[in-house]
């Protein structure tokens, strides 16, 4: 990660709303950036937080995003999740 002083907040700011079946990544995800801001030299942030007053909107309201691609309970864990995390892990890994 090139600026976890940075992303910490965003992930403290995520533990709230994360689904049941993503609370033990994101758990060690935290701990994984907490460690790793500890050790950052970085002083000046790649980008700025994110907005203090931003609120997601509710399940009601779809006009941010795409529309579903599946259909699957809220709170279950998405179809595309796994190649999405494959994906991920790879980019984290350059």
Partial sequence: MKDPK????DYE????AAPDWLRERHK???ATCAADADRSR???PSVEPAPPSWV???LEDRSFV?????RH????????WSELLETLDETSER
């Fill in 6 to 9: 940075t992303a910490i907040r």
């Fill in 13 to 16: 700011t995520a533990r709230e």
């Fill in 28 to 30: 060690s995800d935290l």
């Fill in 42 to 44: 970085k002083r000046k």
């Fill in 56 to 58: 997601s909107p509710g």
């Fill in 66 to 70: 795409s529309p579903p691609t599946e």
């Fill in 73 to 80: 309970e809220p709170g279950s864990i998405p179809g595309v």
